[in-house]
């Protein structure tokens, strides 16, 4: 009888981690309503069930949770995406966006231009409760410069330091549980490394590495205990890859090791788990922005066509399919987890040779 009682609760465990927050996508940005299409059509009385109610709660029950992704900007992105997935779990959501491009992302939430990709499971839409002007190579007032502060992109803006953001975020939500670094960028990145230079390379540095550094250090003290804090990376921190220049492949192995020393230090002192996950390519905006040459592909598509014909598993990948990943680092099921590097890229990483080289060709 205890063996069968056994089997029933193992078998009952692998149902709850099936629930539709960590389903796979079918497209790219408006997969959750793709998602409940797909689980609609199936009538079986046990997934019927399933799409009826979140069957992984209360692990990955966020109601009541704060949540601050710092670098969203437009819905293509990965820091969209994992928003998305916390709102999904019930997280209110709020955002940090480059004060250049403020403006234009508040304009685009109003005329409703990202709807389609707000979409979560069961009808229910994202809600991005406040927006926050955040410029993260800035920690408090005094760093910032004359130039920008006179700079017309930033006109009628302040507070947007990493310091007074936080202060602003506890003045309007008390404490709160996750903040989301989908930050990155290389002023220099087309440039090979032997060829970029030192302001170059310590601005890419300071933009997508310290930046995480400065969020955790003032983010801590406004952030309940058993809090975390995720980054995004990229395999380019351990591997070459050509393309990926200006020392963001630099700015990116900084961020893992990082993450390490972090999840230590904010762990003893603030009870918060520290993650990164290392993202396969992804045609996003941002990405689609490093250089491409008249009448070839982009570097991101190459990486993405790079990526589909070399991983384990040869197949699209998906934003949403980080944004799940982020929501399990982020949820009571991770409780444990901290300092890990999470490769999200079909198995990408695991190669060691690539299976659509010329030198693997049969004659």
Known sequence: M????TLFLVALSSILLTSSAFAPSQSIGRSAATRQQSESSNTGPLRAAATETPLAL?????????AFIAGVGDSTGYGWAIAKAL??????????TWPPILK???MGLKKGSFDEDSKLSHGRTMVIDKVYPLDAVFDGPDD????IKENKRY?????????????????????IDIVVH??????EVTKPLLETSRKGYLAASSASAYSFVSLVQQFGPIMNEG????SLTYIASEKVIPGYGGGMSSAKAQLESDTKTLAFEAGRKYGMRVNTISAGPLKSRAASAIGKEKGKKSFIEYAVDYAKANAPMAQDLYSDDVGNSGLFLCSPMARSVTGVTLYVDNGLNCMGMALDSQAMQME
């Open 2 to 5: 205890m063996f069968r009682q």
């Open 58 to 66: 209360p692990f990955t029950d966020l109601t009541g949770k704060v």
């Open 87 to 96: 709102a999904d779990a019930g997280a209110t959501i709020i955002v940090g």
């Open 104 to 106: 234009i992302f508040e």
């Open 144 to 147: 910032v410069p004359d130039d």
């Open 155 to 175: 006109a009628g803006l302040d507070g947007y330091t990493i310091s007074e953001v936080a202060k602003a975020i506890e003045a309007d939500y008390g404490k």
């Open 182 to 187: 989908s930050l990155a960028n290389g002023p």
């Open 227 to 230: 809090a975390s804090a995720l």
